[in-house]
């Protein structure tokens, strides 16, 4: 039943910015989202982890993107963003949305968006 959707993914040229965002559906009042976080995948390239953030509000990035981007869980419940700032021709990939929870008294289980293309080019 729970289903992520991903949007603002685009063309954007080096050095520009894009802000990502996610919105869960299906979720109860009683769904708890443990971990929040983005993963991106290029062609030939193995999915790898972009940035998170916990229930305890620690967040987590990968070395190539510190200081460029930025998660933060949104007003809404079962929402996350990224901001995107210095975009470069390597940040190119499938940004995919993931959320690690359940409701209360069950086990966490992962959710995965369908993705979003981001294209960084001139």
């Known amino acids: 039943q729970v289903q992520l959707v991903e949007s603002g993914g685009g063309l954007v040229q080096p050095g520009g910015s894009l802000r990502l965002s996610c919105a869960a559906s299906?979720?109860?009042?009683?769904?708890?989202?443990?971990?929040m976080g983005w993963y991106r995948q290029a062609p030939g390239n193995q999915r790898e982890l972009v940035a998170s953030s916990t229930m305890a509000g620690s967040t987590n990035y990968a070395d190539s993107v510190k200081g460029r981007f930025t998660i933060s869980r949104g007003d809404a419940r079962g929402t996350v963003r990224l901001q995107m700032n210095d975009l470069k021709p390597e940040d190119t990939a499938v940004y995919y949305c993931n959320v690690r929870g359940g409701n209360i008294g069950r086990s966490a289980m992962d959710y995965w968006g369908k993705g979003t293309l981001v294209t960084v080019s001139s």
């Open positions: 299906g979720i109860g009042s009683f769904f708890i989202s443990n971990v």
